[in-house]
């Protein structure tokens, strides 16, 4: 998701530490337990929902088959992730999350009913959220409640553009810019996201709701590793240009934000946020690579001569696998004009071998052909100490630009993914351009 922005107290010093926590239950060893016979999952589109900090948080999901074992298919917006390691053992089955460390741990709860719980295994302590789902009938409105067609907004139908402030508990605000698009056809029905200056609330689908006090905006997400739900009530019915309301991020996190409608609406610049100390100009490191016994530097005889794009992320953000999505298949396609890339990641673990297993099992699913070395642990202090020469690291995913001598010549932070339309549009054009700045030197 980000998602960086999901651990905004630890990494950038604003607003929430958005679902730090997981399970230590051994997951590798669980799904060996497992087999994948007697699977309560049927053919269908569903409805789940965790239900965190007395909300209901709801997600669509598709179940199929291929090969003749099951499948899952997260959907949120127009985004489909397919989950393939399903497993059975006695009435529970393990749904494993993608490149995530985290299970959906169902079972039957009567006809085309489940009940479990959603589990995150990489944290220093438990993480559950409780977890519900059912076949979803012909319509496949996330929320529940009055979402009958209503009158257009505004331009909504188009994207409509907010300047949005969020509020931590704590007091901390930060910026972030609103996109909301109605369905042209069934007006109830809503996507967008949310901007921030470290990366994007990724892919948010949702409905307009009336409600006993007046019209709600509501829009969630599940990608495996955040639940996210936004409930906005509309100021005045019918009228978009103010908004107000909660922002719950899985099982503890929450925010307010208020949201003003303006076309106008952009954040900080994302190259100005982090940079060198004074006197530096190149980055001197040396970290273990994933694979063991390797060890990955920017003076290694590799990348002399070349353009070197450094990629800061974990394998638990999903704002850095919207990054690597669009990086692992850009590289393959542009390493022969003289530039490599190198992923520097920072787990939720100290331990170096199993760090590189997280690392490793995202290399195979997202086919990452560049060179991936462990450099830390995720949080912000680690990034910095382990890179000295910066003087902050402000978010996962980082991406500092290294020229043909090995001179830091940007630092971007943040990373606007597909779901943000035009913005992503606008950041991978940027990647691209200045990359062949660099390279045309």
């Not at 994007?200 to 009336?210: M, T």
């Not at 696998?321 to 669009?326: A, L």
């Amino acid at each position: 998701m980000p998602v960086a922005f999901f651990f905004r107290k630890a990494v950038a010093g604003a607003g929430l530490a958005l679902a730090v926590a997981a399970c230590q239950s051994n997951s590798s060893s669980e799904n060996q337990a497992a087999t994948t016979a007697g699977t309560p999952l049927t053919a269908g589109t569903w409805r789940g929902v965790l239900s965190a900090q007395g909300q209901e948080i709801p997600f669509l999901f598709d179940v199929a088959t291929d090969g003749g074992k099951p499948t899952v298919t997260l959907r949120n917006g127009e985004e489909r992730l397919k989950l393939d390691e399903i497993s059975s053992a006695g009435d529970s089955t393990t749904i494993r999350l993608g490149v995530f460390d985290a299970a959906l741990v169902v079972h039957a709860d009567g006809a085309d009913k489940l009940r479990g719980t959603w589990v995150k295994y990489d944290g220093k302590e438990p993480y559950r959220v409780p977890f519900s789902a059912a076949k979803a009938a012909t319509s496949t409105a996330l929320f529940t409640g009055d979402t009958k067609p209503v009158e257009t907004y505004g331009d909504m139908k188009k994207g409509a553009t907010f300047r949005v402030e969020f509020k931590g508990d704590d007091g901390e605000t930060y910026p972030a810019v609103g996109i909301i698009t109605q369905d042209s056809v069934n007006t109830s029905q809503l996507t967008g996201t949310f901007l921030t200056s470290t990366g994007d609330y990724r892919y948010l689908a949702g409905n307009l709701v009336n409600k006993a006090d007046g019209e709600h905006i509501l829009l969630s997400t599940f990608d495996g590793s955040h639940g996210f739900l936004f409930d906005g009530k509309l100021a005045k019915p019918g009228n978009i240009n103010n908004i107000t309301g909660d922002f719950y991020a899985g099982k503890s996190g929450h925010e307010t934000w208020t949201a003003v409608l303006d076309g106008n609406a952009k954040l900080p610049d994302a190259n100005a946020l982090a940079g060198m100390k004074p006197g530096q100009k190149k980055l001197d490191f040396k970290f273990p690579s994933v694979y063991e016994g390797g060890s990955i530097s920017p003076t290694d005889p590799k990348y002399k001569g070349k353009v070197v794009v450094l990629q800061i992320l974990g394998s638990w953000c999903p704002n850095c696998m919207d990054e690597t999505n669009f990086l692992a298949p850009w590289y393959e396609k542009n390493k022969q004009r003289g530039v490599e890339i190198i992923g520097l990641g920072y787990e939720r673990t100290s331990d170096q071998k199993l760090a590189s297993q997280k690392l490793l099992k995202m290399k195979q699913r997202l086919n990452v052909g560049y060179d991936l070395a462990v450099a830390g642990v995720a949080n912000k202090d680690s990034a910095a100490n382990s890179l000295p020469q910066l003087a902050k690291v402000v978010a996962f995913p980082t991406t500092i630009f290294l020229d043909k001598k090995g001179e830091v010549r940007k630092i971007h932070t943040g990373f606007s993914g597909p779901g943000t339309g035009k913005y992503y549009q606008q950041e991978t054009e940027e990647f691209e351009k200045t990359v062949a700045s660099l390279l045309a030197e």
